[in-house]
């Protein structure tokens, strides 16, 4: 079992792809791995919008970045959070997780 300060990096991942859709991806891998030891909080959603929403507002996304990062996984392409300004990994909590809505309680 993970101990309370093990961080995250969250990797969204298109894993159904369908070229007729309007919005391309209908379905979302979201991977939370562990900054060390333990398990990978994995989930799948169909509703997967309103998550990637909430992660523009928790990074202050500029517009061009937002554009940026839907049309990266609209592509089918994996996109892991990256700090903007140094370009490492970006590391959550659990419960910063949990608020997101990535829990597995909220897959679809």
Same mark, same amino acid.
């Given at each position: ?40 909080? =994995? #989930?799948?959603?169909?509703?997967? +919008?309103?998550?990637? &929403?909430?992660?523009?507002? @928790? ?24 700090? =903007? #300004?140094?370009?490492?990994?970006? +590391?959550?909590?659990? &419960?910063?997780?949990?608020? @997101? ?8």
């Amino acid at each position: 079992m993970p101990n309370e300060t093990t961080r995250y990096s969250l990797q969204m991942r298109p894993v159904e792809l369908c070229t007729q859709s309007e919005h391309g991806v209908l379905e979302m891998e979201i991977v939370a791995q562990p900054n060390g030891p333990g398990e990978a909080i =994995r #989930t799948r959603s169909r509703q997967w +919008l309103p998550i990637f &929403e909430r992660l523009c507002t @928790l990074l202050s996304s500029s517009a061009f970045h937002r554009k940026l990062m839907h049309r990266t996984l609209s592509a089918g392409v994996s996109m892991h959070l990256l700090d =903007r #300004t140094n370009g490492e990994k970006l +590391l959550f909590s659990k &419960e910063e997780i949990a608020a @997101l809505s990535l829990d597995k309680s909220n897959a679809a």
